[in-house]
């Protein structure tokens, strides 16, 4: 009789163990699709080839506004004057093409935890992008990104390293 029991409750046991196996599906679902697919306003225009640049490129961006970049203080994501100036540049060049998209990038110095950067850098970014709202760029057009400590512009552990890597770098999608 204990011979029995046992075979039962081992049977029951290798049946239970094996209902729970996750079977494989037979058709595997589609990769995802990228919808963040930038909007060029020169589709369809042949790029020049004598190195002139094109409107609303990246190119022409960079030579059109103040800077791409403004810096920020130890632990801080406010917006201070000179980057006011530097986003009002922006915001208009972005105003000329209303179909031109961009991403902040928000990036800090090499001192902190890799999330407590990963976090300022987000402030950063958002704060830039909530600025160029205030000033008519559709936030549809902007998205953040956070690069934290981990793309440093400027290499060194001193203070004037640490300044230009605490940023945020305006980036227009082509």
Known sequence: MTKIKTTLVVAAMALAIAGC??????????????????????????PPTDGAVVPGSDADFRRSVTSNTIHFGLDQYDIDPESR?????????????????????????????REYNLALGDRRANAAKNYLAARGVSADRMTV?????????????DEAAWAQNRRAVTIVLN
């Open 21 to 46: 196996a996750k079977k494989r599906p037979a058709v595997l679902p589609p990769a995802p699709v990228d919808q963040a697919t930038p909007v060029n306003p020169n589709a369809g225009q042949t």
């Open 85 to 113: 100036a530097i986003l009002d540049s922006q915001g208009a060049w972005l105003q000329r093409y209303p179909n031109v998209r961009i991403t902040i990038e928000g990036h800090c110095d090499e001192r902190g935890t």
């Open 145 to 157: 990104i956070s690069y934290g400590k981990e793309r440093p512009v400027a290499l060194g552990s």
